[in-house]
């Protein structure tokens, strides 16, 4: 049984899950994906995230394309983002007017849609005035092409110099903000969430699960298993996210998982879903097992006495994995004359 939850003070209900799409059309096929989707929308999940940059595309064409075959674009309230590099161009990145309102046409098309109901700065951008990127989100609600607009990544005092400039300027403001929050990584609880909550916005953490390493599959040695997250040689930034601290985590989690007769990463994410403050985790399932495991957690309960474990394992606005700080890096991607 799903029970909904107000998202932010948009009136709009949406599932305790969000669905993230940066699998599909990536390691994740078309047709696995396709079944993915129905399989969350069956089981009452009806807030599904991607983003333009997510296998260049892809992600959102097979978003698209399930939505389409199934009917059921009116049903979901669907989310994306732009401010990713999309091109070659001097202006193909960053949230400037030119690049937002280019990426919303692109990412409409091919979400095969007439609007957006969440549009999102996957990053901010330090080279643009906010003012020049709310005006431009101004005007693509007002044209109808997005519902509302959200953060992803920003520091509590970006967003609420935003929402400074939307009072004085008169325009839309943000409704949601995602950032990174996991039991390895609470650096989140500080000021993100007593910020979102202050100013009414919705919380939607991304890497419940700390990018897996919350999930009870790895083991405490250097090297992992092939194939996985942690153990894909080809991401050595991942590692930064990945600690003794987080195996003892695990390691607290094990008994605790086991007399709720759930697994680890259903326990860890359970937990995020009901930390004080937050929405709705993003989950982003690779495969079915994944999703089916996923939704498990929608059925399992937090006590206060978990809690206290929890606390003791990594205290609040504590870390032992970085995430909350490298989502705040800066665009060291452009380079200005």
């Known amino acids: 049984m799903v029970n909904y939850k107000s998202f932010g003070r948009t009136g709009v209900n949406v599932s305790p899950l969000v669905l993230g799409c940066m699998m599909f059309g990536g390691r994740t096929s078309p047709e696995d994906s396709y079944t993915i989707i129905d399989r969350a929308l069956d089981a009452g999940i009806n807030f599904l995230d991607t983003a333009n940059v997510y296998n260049s595309g892809q992600s959102e064409e097979v978003v698209g394309e399930a939505l389409a075959r199934s009917g059921s674009r009116d049903s979901v309230f669907l989310a994306t983002k732009a401010h990713s590099q999309m091109g070659d161009g001097p202006n193909d990145l960053g949230n400037s007017r030119l690049h937002i309102v280019q990426q919303c046409e692109a990412s409409l098309r091919r979400l095969q849609t007439d609007r957006i109901d969440l549009y999102q700065l996957h990053r901010p951008d330090r080279h643009i ?65 007593p910020m979102c909550q202050t ?58 998982a086991e007399a709720k007769g759930c697994t680890v990463a259903q326990l860890a994410l359970a937990w ?16 079915m097992e994944q999703l089916e495991d996923n939704l498990g957690a929608i059925d399992v309960g937090i006590t206060d006495e978990d809690r206290t474990v929890i606390d003791s394992l990594n205290p609040p606005g504590g870390h032992v994995a970085n995430f909350y700080e490298a989502s705040f890096a800066p665009n060291l991607h452009r380079v200005l004359g």
């Open 129 to 193: 005035a906010i003012d020049e990127t709310l005006r431009a989100f101004d005007d693509l609600i007002t044209s109808g092409k997005v519902n509302y607009i959200g953060t992803s990544n920003f520091g509590s005092w970006q967003v609420v110099e935003s929402l400074w400039v939307s009072k004085e300027l008169g325009l839309n403001r943000f409704v949601s903000d995602q950032s990174p929050y996991n039991m390895a990584d609470r650096r989140i609880e500080r000021e993100q969430i």
């Open 199 to 256: 100013y009414g916005l919705a919380v939607i953490p991304w890497s419940p699960m700390a990018g897996g390493g919350l999930t009870g599959k790895y083991e405490r040695t250097a090297k992992q298993a092939p194939g996985t997250r942690f153990g894909d040689e080809t991401r050595s930034g991942m590692m930064s996210r990945f600690s003794d601290g987080v195996m003892d985590i695990v390691d607290g989690l094990r008994p605790i």
């Open 272 to 287: 995020v879903m009901h930390q004080p403050g937050v929405t709705a985790p993003l989950v982003g399932p690779r495969t």
